[in-house]
């Protein structure tokens, strides 16, 4: 067992409880005596009574516990009577383990010797989701990928609806360009986690699209959605530094490898019920060649995380332009879009007008003395193709920030034509696969 003072010495999983009237699934923990409850609502008008819906809330339950564990980060889990096979209790491991391998890196705190106790797999009922059309739920946030994937799915299938997690502007603001339907959840967490510092609690960033992708499973149950369709794309999976031989991975809840170990929870948990990325194979710049054409989204999307604060006072009302998310959104977009239209974007200058922002696209070209930052942003790979292609448009040929970054460049950028075409595993079938996919 660890010796770190740091850490507590058992998280508990008490219980979860599903509340129709109210639309309510309420998940409560404890670590060594401290009581954590966390409330997620959905519409009350939505299907509560169908039996798919104990077992979606039962896989939110598993996965949510994760905020309130990296509070003191003990070495025992103890699920204690909750329902959980050892193929579930093996996921939620690596799900820990992997999920909070940067909160551990930051926090200098391995968690290699983490256990996990109890579990009742007899009480593990599958239900099977049977359903004859294919009607489809994509969880949404508003950036150049939640958008590429809409407008591709919405074509093929009209069926098609929102899932979007709290109320956020910039979210709104781009979802009513889509014209579709929006299934809505807020997610409350216990308000002791906002007050870490005054607690002393531990602190550091935790998978949330994991928790997220559950909840979008529940919501896909309520509203008798037959899929869940995400859009992680094929440098998510790339890890952000590596320690030891082994990645660290900032966007771990976006990777191949928790797709393949959520979808393999599904399978025995909830089968029939289809979740996958619709960009899995594909980079980010085949994303942002597409995203270029789609001028209707320009004036609204958001991908900067300022925006998106866990507190509203403090979230940024546009684009703060000088943070790595935006450094990177201007370098991946700035082969496919004049100066012109991403200075629109960013309200007047964007990142590639100031040289000040230089260390910030090092980072994100692999430079040796800088580190690629924890944000989800592409691979350095990626980038580098980035900058040859922007530097290579006729308006942008003069601009010194480029300029500069060419010049510094060690290494060629390698193919290009690879990061236009599909590359890599992927679970898309037919019909939400591009064309390419199908020959």
């Known amino acids: 067992m660890s010796s770190d003072d740091r850490r507590g010495a058992r998280f508990t999983y008490e219980g979860v409880d599903i509340s129709p009237s109210t639309g309510e699934v309420t998940s409560r923990y404890s670590l060594d005596g401290r009581s954590f409850t966390e409330v997620v609502h959905l519409p009350g008008e939505l299907d509560w009574n169908q039996p798919a819906v104990a077992t979606a809330a039962r896989i939110l339950f598993l996965l949510s516990g994760i905020s309130y564990y990296k509070t003191a980060a003990p070495p025992v889990i103890d699920l204690g009577e909750t329902p959980a096979t050892a193929e579930e209790i093996a996921f939620l491991r690596e799900f820990y383990v992997e999920g909070l391998g940067e909160f551990s890196y930051v926090n200098d705190l391995?968690?290699?010797?983490?256990?996990?106790?109890?579990?009742?797999?007899?009480?593990?009922?599958?239900?099977a989701w049977e359903h004859t059309e294919e009607r489809p739920l994509i969880?949404?946030?508003?950036?150049?990928?939640?958008?590429?994937?809409?407008?591709?799915?919405?074509?093929?299938?009209?069926d098609s609806s929102l899932f979007i997690a709290?109320?956020?502007d910039p979210i709104e603001a781009t979802a009513a360009v889509t014209g579709l339907p929006i299934v809505r959840a807020t997610r409350t967490l216990d308000p002791q986690v906002l007050r870490s510092g005054e607690l002393?609690?531990?602190n550091g960033h935790v998978?949330?699209?994991?928790?997220?992708?559950?909840?979008?499973?529940?919501?896909?149950?309520?509203?008798?959605?037959?899929?869940?369709?995400?859009?992680?794309?094929?440098?998510a999976s790339s890890p952000t530094l590596e320690v030891d031989g082994h990645g660290i991975n900032h966007q771990y809840s976006k990777s191949l490898d928790f797709e393949s170990g959520f979808r393999r929870l599904l399978d025995g948990a909830l089968p029939g019920m289809r979740y996958f990325s619709a960009l899995r194979p594909y980079s980010e710049l085949w994303?942002?060649?597409?995203?270029?054409?789609?001028t209707e989204y320009h004036p609204v999307f958001r991908s900067c995380n300022r925006a998106f604060h866990v507190d509203p006072a403090r979230r940024a009302t546009g684009w703060c332009g000088e943070c790595d998310k935006c450094a990177f959104i201007d370098l991946i977009l700035s082969p496919f879009m004049s100066a012109e239209q991403l200075r629109a974007v960013f309200g007047g200058t964007e990142p590639l007008d100031r040289a000040d922002l230089l260390p910030r696209f090092r980072g994100l070209l692999g430079d040796t003395a800088a580190t690629k930052p924890f944000e989800c942003v592409g691979d350095v790979g990626e980038c580098r193709v980035a900058l040859e292609l922007a530097v290579a448009r006729p308006d942008?040929?003069?601009?010194?920030?480029?300029?500069?970054?060419?010049?510094?460049?060690?290494?060629?950028?390698?193919?290009?034509?690879?990061?236009?075409?599909?590359?890599?595993?992927?679970?898309?079938?037919?019909?939400?696969?591009?064309d390419d996919l199908l020959v």
């Open 200 to 202: 002393g609690f531990l």
């Open 166 to 168: 709290g109320r956020y």
């Open 287 to 294: 994303v942002a060649e597409r995203f270029a054409a789609m």
């Open 110 to 127: 391995p968690l290699d010797d983490l256990q996990i106790v109890g579990g009742r797999p007899d009480l593990v009922q599958p239900v």
């Open 139 to 158: 969880p949404f946030g508003g950036g150049i990928d939640s958008v590429v994937v809409t407008e591709l799915t919405k074509q093929r299938l009209p």
């Open 207 to 235: 998978p949330v699209t994991g928790i997220i992708s559950a909840i979008a499973v529940l919501a896909a149950v309520l509203d008798s959605r037959t899929s869940v369709i995400m859009s992680n794309e094929w440098s």
């Open 396 to 434: 942008r040929a003069a601009n010194p920030v480029l300029a500069q970054l060419v010049a510094e460049q060690r290494a060629a950028a390698g193919p290009t034509d690879q990061y236009f075409a599909a590359m890599g595993e992927h679970f898309i079938e037919a019909p939400y696969a591009t």
